[in-house]
């Protein structure tokens, strides 16, 4: 997200830069991290915030993914 005027940033009490944030389907923030994150560590937390198998609850429901 380009957040030009720190508007997102602000709302989010963000500290730090990078700052990474994973929402889950519903838009509830599942993991937040300050500073550089591995891939690893990333993929981890993207795959938690859509589920065990990986998929969104929101794509299984309007029959995607």
């Not at 989010?12 to 591995?38: C, F, M, Q, S």
């Amino acid at each position: 997200v380009l957040d030009d005027e720190g508007e997102l940033a602000q709302a989010l009490a963000v500290r730090a830069t990078p700052t990474y944030v994973i929402l889950d389907g519903k838009g509830v923030i599942r993991w937040v991290h300050e500073g550089t994150a591995e891939l690893e560590e990333l993929r981890s937390a993207v795959l938690a915030a859509l589920g065990e198998d990986g998929k969104d609850e929101r794509a299984q429901n309007e029959g995607g993914m």
